[in-house]
């Protein structure tokens, strides 16, 4: 069993969250509560640490049905991206990051996130 099918997939309200074993997370529906990293930001670093745990070269994060972000939302993306890029460079993983380029706050956060970190973020358009 591969690192990343242990990784618990919390309930929280607005969002639904899914893995799959071959290496991708989905995300739909919007994240707005006051204070997302409560629940989400664990949950994003246990997928770190299995992707890191697995080898993997790369993890596809599927945004394209993900509506709507706060502010505080997009701050757990910079931080998730931030820690793949303080991985060594040999061991580390590209974020393919699948985007709806329809979607006002995909078209503008998601670009800025790429230019943090290029040599680990890849946007692909749906």
């Known amino acids: 069993m ?3 099918e242990k990784v618990a997939v919390p309930q929280i309200a607005a969002v639904t969250l899914s893995i799959a074993p071959e290496g991708k997370l989905t995300l739909t529906g919007t994240i707005a509560t006051r204070d ?3 629940g989400i930001a664990p949950f994003f670093r246990s997928i770190h640490n299995a992707v890191m745990g ?3 070269k790369a993890f596809r994060i599927d945004l394209s049905a993900l509506t709507f972000v ?3 939302a997009i701050r ?3 931080d998730w991206v931030t820690w793949i890029k303080n991985e060594p460079a040999d061991v580390r993983y ?3 990051i699948v985007m709806d380029p ?3 706050w995909q078209k503008t956060s998601l670009g ?3 230019s943090l970190a290029p040599e680990v973020v890849e946007l692909k358009n749906i």
Request: glycine content about 0%.
């Open 2 to 4: 591969s690192q990343l």
């Open 36 to 38: 997302p990293a409560e």
């Open 54 to 56: 697995d080898k993997l």
């Open 70 to 72: 706060n502010s505080s």
């Open 76 to 78: 757990l993306f910079v």
């Open 94 to 96: 590209k974020a393919v």
């Open 102 to 104: 329809q979607v006002t």
């Open 112 to 114: 800025v996130l790429k």
